[in-house]
């Protein structure tokens, strides 16, 4: 998604996707899909509050129960189709979540529900509880719950003024912006950073590099903007004097350490500062599905390819799930699939990643498809299309 056109977002389904949102700029990103999974063990690091900030309520084994529960109490709502009680589960003064309760409702009443999200580790964290969730296979992300005035149990997030306040930090070359409430996990999350690099560094579309490699963490909703809930990342294209990727959600295994669909995500956004870095602005120039599907595939992210019986045509993967705002937001996490895949078909048949230099090279000089494809591929832009689908049928489906 590009330059006025389309934003980058990278999908990998959360619980409840949520449709993506139009920026004042145009972004490069990626969103995720969650799905559910059985207990894991708790990560075995302590937690604490940014340095400075007092120490929340007292926490216990009955607390963690309690949070649970209250994730029972969504899932139930959500199962049974009761708008009113899911949103009663969360914080009215967190404005951002409830911004996503409605599309997550709906959502989740298309697609369907799998088991409830399981709380691992819990600590305190001012007046809230910080719990480690399991959101399937991405690893647990860092939730925050409150006692209402009722004194039951909702989700919340902190303040921006409770978070800390916003630091920075170096690793390597790698600039990384943060609040102090991630104090505690920065260094997993900057060892996750340089995975990220290595292979960014390994897939670099050209010897240039102008811009030096720069991530911000986005602990909350609140604090990230209105982006759509279920956009896990993204990267500014064209502009240069921004070097930032922006992570809007990230997980951690049960040691602590971050996630591989948190490194994976790193990566994907790097890539798409590698297109930018090969030739600022090329994603303008082109097709959707070359855009998204070469930083999918390139960092590793492991995308189930939706069978179904009418596969989305090569227009629709052409524009990207965006271009029509009729689209149910959950397309487009299906339409990553889809595009991760076309760009395994690419190096599989086509001679790797020379094949995509290739193509954009061509696509600076003329956006048409149905030109650059038989210049570069030696077969029409129809005809790849239709070799692909044939390929990943029979490979996936």
């Known amino acids: 998604m590009v330059s006025g056109r389309r934003g980058h977002k990278l999908w990998r389904a959360l619980p409840y996707p949520d449709r993506m949102r139009k920026w004042l700029v145009p972004l490069l990103a990626i969103a995720v899909a969650v799905g559910c999974t059985a207990p894991t063990t708790p990560p075995a690091s302590s937690s604490a509050p940014a340095s400075g900030v007092a120490v929340g309520p ?8 309690e949070i649970q529960a209250l994730l029972q109490r969504q899932r139930d709502a959500v199962a049974q189709r009761q708008l009113e009680a899911y949103i009663a589960t969360i914080d009215p003064g967190s404005l951002a979540l409830k911004r996503c309760a409605t599309e997550t409702f709906d959502v989740a009443g298309r697609q369907g529900l799998g088991a409830v999200p399981q709380v691992g580790k819990i600590d305190a964290y001012l007046s809230y509880v910080r719990a480690w969730v399991q959101e399937g296979s991405n690893g647990q992300r860092r939730l925050f719950f409150k006692k209402g005035a009722d004194g039951k149990w909702l989700q919340a997030e902190p303040k921006e003024s409770e978070l800390g306040g916003e630091k920075k930090t170096t690793v390597e070359d ?9 104090q505690d996990v920065i260094e997993a999350l900057g060892r996750s950073a340089l995975a990220a690099k290595g292979v960014t560094l390994k897939n670099l579309l050209s010897e240039e590099r102008r811009e030096p490699l720069a991530v911000r963490f986005y602990p909350t909703r609140s604090v990230s903007g209105i982006t759509g809930c279920t956009t896990a990342g993204y990267h500014l294209p064209n502009t240069p004097n921004d070097p930032y990727i922006r992570m809007l959600r990230y997980w951690f295994a049960a040691s602590g350490e971050a996630s591989p669909t948190t490194t994976e995500i790193l990566t994907h956004e790097w890539l798409h500062w590698a297109q930018d870095q090969f030739s600022t602005g090329i994603t303008a120039r082109l097709p959707w599905w070359l855009v998204e599907g070469w ?10 390819l939706p069978c179904r019986a009418t596969w989305p045509t090569l227009k629709q993967l052409e524009d990207g799930a965006a271009a029509d705002p009729n689209n149910p937001p959950e397309l487009g996490v299906q339409y990553y699939a889809y595009a991760n895949t076309m760009i395994e078909y690419l190096y599989a048949t086509y001679g790797g990643a020379d094949a995509y230099r290739r193509l954009l090279l061509a696509f600076k000089d003329n956006a048409n498809p149905k030109v650059v494809f038989p210049k570069v591929l030696g077969v029409t832009s129809d005809a790849f299309y239709d070799g692909w689908s044939a390929w990943a049928k029979k490979k996936y489906c």
């Open 58 to 65: 007292e926490i216990n084994e009955q607390t963690r129960g």
């Open 174 to 182: 790698i600039q990384i912006d943060y609040w102090g409430v991630d």
């Open 295 to 304: 930083p999918d595939h390139v960092s590793g992210l492991a995308r189930g």
